[in-house]
């Protein structure tokens, strides 16, 4: 028993916050953030939207496209950092929303890497044959998470969901699924939890911001995917001429056009939407899939590697046939 992807789906804020609006806001020019990044505009989180409403959107996507009812779901995962609370998960909000079923949701943490961990997740389930039909969403408003007026990480950051339905199938369509994490780079990039109540001083509060040392994760971010790429096609036997397409994390164009090179593939067979969207942690790589499915780029039969790196650090592949 196999899983493949039975439809995707994505959701974007209507919002967008575009270079020159942070020019007015912290000292970076457009210029700058598209030279360094490759990041045009995001798309921000207002009016009630958070990581539940935009999961619940791009999940009712995939299910149109799939062609199933929600009431066929068998299990949930979200990979998501960025919940307004700590329980429920969101995954069990986004359940709520859907089914009046009682199947299991759980979330799943890996930062901007969460969607490959949960694509793993439900591969092993649908596999084993656990389950038939899962749906893994990617979900996340990490602009909500950076200091306004840190320019290190606001102009990084869009907010946005993405999902697919993996279902059983004879014939494989995730093919193989490669997840590693250390945790020993926790300094280079984090969220620390804001303090509860309302006694907390102001000075832990400010605290609450995502930290991050920007060159020093680009690095290991390098290397690392580097390694992951040829681990995927050694794992499965392959040269990089097998792949036709390349859909990377959304995190800045230099390490996309790094791992590209390595697989040395042309940028003409690597999804980007980052221009548009910004990094959005582990909705990027299902709203990559989904943008390049839908406008007819990624037909049935071809072979892609999904990839992603983020905090934790926590990184992953998936080598799938479409
Ligand atoms: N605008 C203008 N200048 C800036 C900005 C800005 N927004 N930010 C930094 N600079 C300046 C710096 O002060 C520095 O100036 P100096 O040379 O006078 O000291 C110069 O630009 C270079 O700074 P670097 O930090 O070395 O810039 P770099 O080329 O590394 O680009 C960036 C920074 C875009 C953050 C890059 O390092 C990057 O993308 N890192 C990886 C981020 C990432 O992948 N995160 C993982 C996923 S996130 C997750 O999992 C949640």
């Not at 290190?152 to 339905?165: E, P, R």
């Not at 014939?171 to 250390?182: C, D, F, Q, R, V």
Request: aromatic letters at 6%; proline letters at 4%.
């Amino acid at each position: 028993m196999f899983s493949r992807i039975a439809g995707t789906g994505h959701y974007l804020p209507e919002q967008c916050l575009t270079n020159a609006m942070l020019e007015q806001r912290v000292d970076t020019t457009h210029d700058w953030i598209v030279e360094r990044t490759g990041i045009h505009q995001r798309h921000i989180a207002s009016n009630g939207e958070n990581a539940v409403t935009m999961g619940v959107a791009a999940a009712r996507n995939a299910l149109a496209a799939a062609d199933l009812e929600t009431s066929d779901i068998d299990l949930i995962v979200v990979a998501t950092t960025s919940g307004d609370r700590a329980f429920p998960s969101v995954a069990c909000e986004i359940q709520a929303a859907l089914t009046e079923h009682n199947i299991p949701a759980f979330d799943v943490a890996a930062a901007c890497s969460g969607f490959l961990f949960a694509m793993s997740v439900a591969d092993q389930y649908i596999r084993s044959g656990t389950y038939r039909n899962v749906l893994i969403i990617g979900t996340d408003v990490l602009s909500r998470l950076c200091r306004p007026d840190d320019r290190n990480t606001i102009i990084l950051f869009g907010d946005g969901a993405g999902a697919a339905v993996l279902q059983a199938s004879d014939t494989p369509g995730i093919e193989s699924t490669h997840l590693h994490s250390a945790g020993e780079f926790a300094d280079l990039l984090g969220v620390n939890h804001p303090p509860r109540g309302s006694e907390a001083p102001a000075e832990e509060l400010s605290e609450a911001w995502m930290y991050m040392k920007g060159n020093e994760v680009f690095k290991v971010a390098v290397s690392k995917l580097s390694e992951l790429v040829n681990e995927t096609l050694v794992a499965n036997n392959l040269t990089p001429d097998a792949l036709d397409w390349l859909v990377p994390h959304q995190a800045n164009l230099r390490i996309i056009k790094a791992t590209a090179k390595k697989l040395k593939m042309p940028m003409s067979q690597v999804i980007t939407t980052l221009a548009d969207t910004g990094n959005t942690s582990a909705a990027s790589v299902p709203i990559a899939l989904d943008v390049a499915i839908r406008d007819g780029r990624i037909k049935r039969g071809q072979r892609l590697l999904l990839e992603a790196f983020g905090g934790g650090f926590a990184w992953g592949s998936a080598l799938v046939t479409y």
